[in-house]
């Protein structure tokens, strides 16, 4: 009797057993099919696959020298694969740390805090901004904020000088019936992961003549998301979802831009800091730096009014440069303080006039 309840005993206590691992089992699986639901709602179709399919044919069917460019470009299309990872709305206290370092675009932030605020309306939190044209002097920032956002965003940015353009195939791809035909920059700053890029378009005043009214008619295109959504580059033909791409445009004067256009972009007036937000922006580079450099939790992270007022001179990428020497030159020496002879300013990086960023 006592060897048949020890038995009975031994089963109930093996059914426990087996009924945690199996409730361990399901919970692991229903965490990981919540964890690839989450992960799916990041993703959208850029192109469809039968569709890439017979691109693929047609390139392969081709006798010209750039036979082999399309193969490749639609071969390495497909590797990446027809869904792709879109963008996600930032966290707000990125955008904070953005607007210390960029004081002087607090209109561009509250735009983007907006359209955060708009995101999380959706399950997906999928994260969308009107085209911007940052208009302003040289020397407020521009184009290091419109890479710092992208760095926010965990997307590629990619910077394409208006002024430098030869012909408008450049943007949009050359078609194959030319010996040097090739795809255009538009679709290599697609051929990634993610199909949420940052385009600047920069100085898109200075658009050559030569370019001005295709390259115009391009841009009106790409910027109204309903036909950005089936967007081909000339040279491939492969319709492709282009209406997640984030477009920026730097100016120095918007008033040379075509109305057309310019009437696609939601207009910014960017100033020169001024004296005080320069300060801020100082204050925050050095923060930042100590925040990811290695050393940065070994050092004094007190920054006096000597060293800022050195600094003020200076472009933030110069300043973060300056100051890294300098903590070099003060560990160099047993210390563990900034101060100001530390500061290596070359003389054809200063200005006599502060200018702002670069």
Avoid at 90 to 106: G, I, R, T, V, W
Avoid at 231 to 247: E, G, I, K, T, Y
Wanted: with cysteine.
């Amino acid at each position: 009797m006592n060897e048949s309840r020890q038995s009975d005993r031994i089963k109930q206590a093996q059914s426990k057993v087996y009924e945690t691992e199996l409730q361990a089992v399901l919970d692991f699986l229903e965490q990981h099919k919540e964890k690839n639901a989450s992960e799916e709602k990041n993703f959208l179709t850029f192109f469809d696959t039968d569709q890439l399919e017979e691109r693929i044919t047609w390139a392969k069917s081709l006798s010209g020298e750039s036979k082999q460019v399309f193969v490749d470009q639609l071969l390495k299309a497909k590797k990446l694969g027809p869904r792709r990872k879109v963008a996600t709305a930032p966290q707000f206290s990125e955008l904070k740390k953005l607007a210390a370092l960029f004081p002087n675009f607090s209109e561009a932030i509250t735009i983007v805090e907006q359209r955060v605020h708009l995101s999380m309306l959706t399950l997906e939190n999928s994260f969308r901004l009107p085209p911007l044209l940052l208009s302003g002097p040289p020397g407020t920032g521009k184009s290091e904020f419109s890479r710092r956002l992208a760095n926010l965003l965990k997307v590629p940015a990619v910077f394409i000088d208006i002024a430098s353009l030869e012909a408008s195939f450049k943007i949009t791809g050359l078609d194959s019936g030319y010996t040097s035909g090739t795809p255009g920059l538009i679709w290599s700053a697609l051929q990634n992961e993610c199909m949420s890029p940052v385009i600047v378009l920069d100085e898109i005043e200075k658009q050559p003549t030569s370019t001005k009214d295709s390259g115009t008619g391009i841009f009106l295109n790409m910027l109204e998301p309903s036909t950005a959504a089936h967007w081909q580059d000339s040279a491939l033909r492969l319709p492709v979802n282009a209406s997640r791409v984030f477009w920026i445009a730097t100016c120095n004067s918007s008033d040379l831009i075509d109305p057309a256009l310019r009437s696609r972009f939601v207009e910014l007036e960017i100033q020169i800091p001024d004296e005080n937000q320069l300060i801020a922006v100082i204050r925050s580079i050095h923060r930042d730096l100590l925040e990811q450099e290695d050393w940065g939790k070994f050092v004094d992270p007190l920054l006096d009014e000597n060293c800022v007022a050195c600094l003020q001179n200076l472009a933030p990428r110069q300043i973060k440069r300056v100051l890294e020497d300098g903590y070099a030159q003060a560990a160099s020496q047993g210390r563990r303080r900034l101060q100001k002879k530390d500061l290596k300013i070359q003389k054809q990086i200063h200005r006599s006039n502060r200018i702002g960023f670069i």
